[in-house]
């Protein structure tokens, strides 16, 4: 970017924007937004939410109409998908950019790309990778997900980059959706391993406080499978760079399950890991990779 082009940036006023919805994501965005002096206009069903950043310098509106007639620019970060029905449901979105930043399923933010567009108005979806306290604070490494309107991105970049980094997935408005709850899965997997192991010494003359950072050096040190993982199903050779095979991982998956026994610990969060595992073996080759069991949660 020129010198030239960076003046100018500085030299423009900051975008003027409405955000509807005031929960603790919506009231953390708001704050990074008029933190970073972008004139702000808000509603929220409970209107008392809205004081504190009243006196901050934000304008309260008294109907969500209201508030989206204030800016083009108009950000929803509420409840659910039913939610922005009703909130938006005899409001006139002729000629707002709407962004959509509820957690929703890809199929329901297609959906709404293409309500948006019946109402007139340019959309984009977002899925936010942060919890509320990260928003705002750039050392955190917050992010958010967009997908939809490429013009449309490109055109608010810099102000939705304002709460929190930016990453755009595509024209596919269910895009964003998609990252966003195929990272959460894989965060609530890993949680799942990690309730296992602490109730595994549970009882015993193990602190927790000394198990945790034995727990997530070692979850760190094995995240590295996953590029490995995403070059196999992009191949389609499951037996290249393998270090621990399937038919090694399934002969030792019964002491993971006698140890499980003997400490009074339910298997269930193991099981239907081990049970892929041995069916994948079943069909494929005992010198691959966990990666079949991929195509086996495919329908």
Not at 86 to 109: C, H, M, R, W, Y
Not at 116 to 132: E, F, K, N, S, T
Not at 232 to 258: C, H, I, N, P
Request: charged letters at 20%.
């Amino acid at each position: 970017m020129t010198t030239n082009a960076v003046d100018e940036i500085r030299r423009t006023p900051p975008t003027p924007l409405t955000l509807l919805g005031l929960g603790a994501m919506g009231t953390a965005l708001a704050g990074a937004w008029l933190t970073a002096g972008h004139p702000l206009t808000v509603w929220n069903r409970t209107a008392a939410r809205a004081d504190g950043l009243a006196v901050r310098g934000a304008t309260v509106a008294a109907t969500a109409a209201e508030a989206v007639a204030a800016n083009r620019l108009v950000v929803v970060c509420l409840l659910d998908d039913a939610s922005v029905d009703e909130a938006l449901a005899d409001v006139d979105l002729t000629g707002k950019d709407l962004v959509n930043l509820i957690t929703s399923t890809p199929e329901q933010a297609r959906a709404r790309a293409a309500w948006a567009a019946r109402r007139g108005a340019r959309y984009l979806d977002g899925g936010i990778m942060a919890v509320p306290p990260m928003i705002g604070v750039p050392a955190t490494g917050a992010y958010v997900f967009y997908s939809g309107s490429a013009d449309l991105f490109e055109k608010h970049r810099a102000t939705l980059a304002a709460p929190a980094g930016t990453r755009y997935v595509g024209e596919d408005a269910g895009y964003a959706a998609l990252h966003d709850v195929a990272l959460l899965s894989a965060m609530y997997g890993m949680f799942a391993g990690v309730a296992h192991a602490f109730a595994l010494v549970r009882g015993e003359a193990v602190a927790p406080g000394d198990l945790a950072p034995l727990l997530s050096d070692y979850v760190t040190a094995m995240s590295g499978s996953i590029a490995t993982t995403a070059e196999q199903l992009e191949s389609g050779d499951y037996t290249k760079d393998v270090v621990s095979s399937l038919a090694m991982q399934v002969a030792g998956k019964g002491t993971l399950l006698r140890t499980a026994e003997e400490q009074g610990v339910s298997p269930e969060l193991l099981e239907p890991y081990f049970r892929l595992m041995e069916r994948r073996l079943e069909i494929g080759s005992g010198e691959e990779d966990l990666t079949g069991v991929v195509d086996l949660l495919r329908r």
